[in-house]
């Protein structure tokens, strides 16, 4: 955060010893803390509304979430196409969430959410990326590390939707090999887990990391993409593993079927959208083939 003769700004601070930052500025700080897990600010910004970051790093903003949430969940849970029980992993904000439950087909949802401090303040102060999803009779809501839910649950799940921060602080264990052996583990046949794997053109590494893991533990290591806008440098891979190898390539007729059958109404989720998204470009390839 620095000060300055035109307010206060909110350094993004992912790619700094890279060389690289951005900055928003805080017209109104609506809450600031040290939670005992990271650093949590949520403030006011003029183009994108209400953000959060935690650590200095953008994790949702009021006016773009939906692209990120969308895809993060609706391209799993209609590929799968009978997605009854779904594992949240993070997610504090309740965007994942509330777009999960919009799915009549899911009968349990299990979020896992290392930091309470993120759930109690964001329902607060940024209501409208959870709208309600935290009260769904169909969601046990946990608060742990992750990593370890995965080891210690004999539960399982249609489809794992690993909505993390970056590999920094309380988010690295969910990139570790471990963490996804377990939860491997807790996918029913025919399951899918996705992660949130950062911007290819920025944090290329780590997608190559993760596919090399994916690659050891699944028949299908790939990702997609969706592109948003405060998640700076490119379009964001979200990693994809099963051991189905259909669920990428279920037809646009029936991704539209579906979709109907849903009832969504979405701003940035398409079945054609869902079907390109997986269409990657050469650099992205590399990182996914490594
Ligand atoms: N959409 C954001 C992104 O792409 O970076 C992620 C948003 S969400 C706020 C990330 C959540 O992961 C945070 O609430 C954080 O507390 C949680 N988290 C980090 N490490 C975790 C862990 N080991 N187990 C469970 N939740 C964790």
């Not at 993060?72 to 009978?82: F, K, R, Y």
């Not at 439950?101 to 990326?129: N, Y």
């Not at 399951?191 to 590494?205: C, L």
């Amino acid at each position: 955060m620095v000060g300055g003769a035109n307010g206060r700004w909110v350094v993004e601070t992912l790619y700094e010893k890279e060389g690289f930052t951005c900055a928003f500025r805080a017209d109104k700080v609506l809450y600031e803390e040290e939670t005992g897990q990271q650093h949590l600010v949520i403030f006011e910004n003029g183009l994108f509304g209400r953000m959060m970051a935690l650590d200095g790093i953008t994790q949702v903003t009021e006016r773009d979430e939906f692209i990120y949430h969308e895809m993060m969940t609706h391209v799993p849970i209609l590929a799968h196409g009978n997605a009854k029980r779904v594992l949240i992993i993070g997610g504090g904000d309740g965007g994942i969430l509330r777009e999960v439950i919009r799915h009549r087909s899911v009968e349990h949802v299990t979020m896992v959410e290392i930091d309470p401090a993120v759930t109690d303040f964001c329902k607060k102060q940024l209501p409208q990326i959870s709208a309600g999803a935290f009260d769904d009779p169909r969601l046990n809501l946990v608060f742990a590390d992750g990593a370890k839910f995965v080891e210690d649950t004999d539960e399982s799940y249609d489809v794992i939707i690993v909505d993390s921060t970056d590999p920094i602080g309380p988010g690295e264990v969910l990139f570790r090999e471990e963490f996804y052996r377990a939860a491997h583990a807790r996918l029913t046949p025919g399951g899918v887990i996705v992660t949130q794997n950062g911007v290819p053109f920025m944090q290329g590494d780590e997608l190559k990391s993760t596919m090399e893991k994916f690659r050891r533990l699944f028949k299908v290591a790939s990702c997609y993409l969706a592109t948003i806008p405060t998640y700076v440098g490119g379009p964001m891979a979200m990693g994809w593993g099963t051991d189905d190898e259909t669920l990428k390539a279920v037809p646009l007729e029936e991704l539209e079927k579906r979709y109907a059958a849903a009832g969504l109404t979405t701003r940035y989720y398409t079945p054609e959208v869902h079907k390109a998204a997986f269409a990657l470009p050469r650099y992205v390839e590399t990182c996914v083939k490594v």
